[in-house]
């Protein structure tokens, strides 16, 4: 499968994103999918995930109650809205997904990644 990020721009603190990953060749309700970021100078980090046929959902700590992952199945796509955006949320989001199984933090886990939406919050 084939990943594409998209969505991402300069907001200000305060302002809401919404993030699509677009998913081509198999449905992507069969997959696991994460979505991680990385600001500069740091390691990618798990931000949440979904696992397949729209099951349980999992969140950092850091973005838990500001953040939804959520699916469209008759576009293919995962969404990541993103509301409460702190400047700390500035990086470069990546989807990622994984064939079946857990929901798993570690970026070693996931098997595709899209190409990176560079989401940048001011103040």
């Known amino acids: 499968v084939q990943l594409q990020a998209s969505g991402g721009g300069l907001v200000q603190a305060g302002d809401s994103l919404r993030l699509s990953c677009a998913a081509s060749?198999?449905?992507?309700?069969?997959?696991?999918v994460g979505w991680f970021r990385q600001a500069p100078g740091k390691e990618r980090e798990f931000v949440c995930g979904?696992?397949?046929?729209?099951?349980?959902?999992y969140y950092a700590d850091s973005v838990k109650g500001r953040f939804t992952i959520s699916r469209d199945n008759a576009k293919n796509t995962v969404d990541l809205q993103m509301n409460s955006l702190k400047l700390e949320d500035t990086a470069v989001y990546y989807c990622?997904?994984?064939?079946?199984?857990?929901?798993?933090?570690?970026?070693?886990?996931?098997?595709?990644w899209g190409q990176g939406t560079q989401v940048t919050v001011s103040s």
């Open positions: 979904e696992r397949s046929g729209g099951g349980t959902t």
């Open positions: 060749g198999r449905p992507f309700s069969s997959y696991v």
């Open positions: 990622a997904a994984k064939s079946s199984g857990s929901v798993f933090t570690t970026t070693s886990m996931y098997d595709y």
